[in-house]
């Protein structure tokens, strides 16, 4: 089974970060810790939680292994998921760094 996620980070379009704005916060809990982060600190963790949840939802439907092409990465996503780097824009330089 296969799945391509895109856009599956928080997008805002109408600032010149295209994400969240800095100042926003999120509450992280573990037990009866809880810690406030900035949304950066947290931003692609969007991307591998998607990921994870498409991976292990499909290993549930079938014995075969599933491929997972997503564009927002986080440390240890390649577990579960195929990193694909988005659209490039049709001009030489950026043709010349999506080579490498």
Same mark, same amino acid.
């Given at each position: $089974?296969?799945? #391509?996620?895109? $856009? ?11 994400? $969240? ?10 037990? +009866?810790?809880?810690?406030?982060? =900035?949304?950066?600190?947290? !931003? =692609?963790? *969007?991307?591998? *939680?998607?990921? @994870? ?6 290993? @549930?439907? =079938?014995?075969?292994?599933?491929? /997972? ?7 240890? =996503?390649?577990? *579960?998921? /195929? !990193? #694909? ?5 049709? +001009? #030489?330089? !950026?043709? @010349?760094?999506?080579?490498?």
């Amino acid at each position: $089974m296969q799945v #391509w996620l895109d $856009m599956v980070e928080p997008a805002i379009f109408t600032n010149t970060e295209k994400t $969240m704005p800095k100042t926003n916060k999120h509450t992280l809990t573990q037990g +009866d810790k809880q810690l406030e982060v =900035s949304h950066r600190d947290v !931003h =692609s963790l *969007y991307g591998h *939680y998607g990921a @994870k949840a498409h991976y292990e939802g499909l290993l @549930k439907r =079938s014995e075969e292994r599933p491929f /997972v092409l997503n564009r927002a990465f986080f440390a240890g =996503s390649q577990r *579960y998921a /195929v !990193h #694909w780097t988005g659209d490039p824009r049709c +001009d #030489w330089g !950026h043709f @010349k760094i999506t080579i490498p």
